[in-house]
Every structure is written in C-alpha cells, then in structure tokens.
C-alpha cells in the first residue's frame, strides 16, 4: 500500500507519461516540394522527436526518420511513430515550402506563410496540403469529410 500511495504521488509531483503512437500521411497538393518533420513540444525529452532548432544547438541533424521531403503530387506515409508523453506535451506536423535543408528549416520562423505547425492527434492523421494565396494550407482528413487546420 505504501508503495501504490509513493507511486501515485511521484506521478502527481513530476507527471506521468504515457506512451502514444501516431502515423502522418501527408499528400502535397501543391505545385512544388514540401518538407514535412514531426516533433514534439513538451516532456519527456527523445532524441527522435527533437526539434530542428533544438538539434541544432547540440551540434547534430533532426532525426532522418521523421523528417522528409514530398514532391508536388505524392503522399508520404511516416508509419507508426511512438512516443512518451507528459502533460501537456504535443505531436507537431510541420510543413515547410521547398525541400530544404537543415540550414533552410531554421531560417524559417513559425509565424511566416512558408510553414505550418500542425497539432496532431494520437492514430491516424490524413493531411493534405494546398496553396492559398502565397500562405500554406492544409486539410485534415476526417471519416465525416475535411475540416481545415486552423493555423
């Protein structure tokens, strides 16, 4: 009992995570290549979902297996991708304009119409990715039809 009453209170202190699993399938519907990456804002810290950013300032690349570039017309599946999750920790979909390198992702900013930082959702996530205007947009894939992700 005293063990069970510790636990409960460690997860309460530091938060528990729980593990997630999520798998992205972005199609481009744009005239030009897109370079997709997944991360993860929040705790605990992996490696693989680390940021481009974060990467970057311990001298090493993003994960190859979760970033990669789609050509105008395809779809890029990421299949199953696990994770722990505490909190409020977030799977974050980017999107940016080009296929780009390390030194191209960070120079673009969150808040520039060149990219897209999509909220994901554990399971499946279907994403097609149009141009409106000279902003990105995308679509969420749902069983009941497409709903816009709002940016």
């Not at 997709?36 to 490696?47: A, M, N, R, S, T």
């Not at 779809?75 to 994770?83: E, N």
């Not at 969420?140 to 039809?145: A, I, L, V």
Request: proline share 7%; hydrophobic share 35%.
């Amino acid at each position: 009992m005293r063990t069970l009453t510790a636990l409960s209170l460690l997860c309460i202190l530091v938060g528990c995570a729980t593990n997630q699993t999520y798998r992205v399938a972005v199609t481009n519907d744009t005239q030009e290549p897109i370079t997709i990456g997944l991360v993860k804002e929040g705790d605990p810290y992996q490696d693989q979902w680390a940021s481009p950013e974060l990467a970057a300032t311990q001298n090493r690349a993003p994960d190859s297996r979760m970033w990669a570039a789609i050509p105008p017309g395809k779809t890029a599946d990421t299949g199953p991708v696990k994770g722990r999750f505490r909190g409020d920790a977030q799977a974050i979909l980017r999107v940016y304009e080009g296929d780009l390198n390390l030194s191209g992702i960070l120079a673009i900013n969150r808040d520039q119409p060149n990219r897209m930082d999509i909220p994901l959702h554990p399971g499946m996530n279907h994403i097609t990715v149009t141009e409106q205007g000279v902003r990105l947009h995308a679509m969420r894939d749902t069983p009941s039809g497409e709903v816009a992700v709002d940016q």
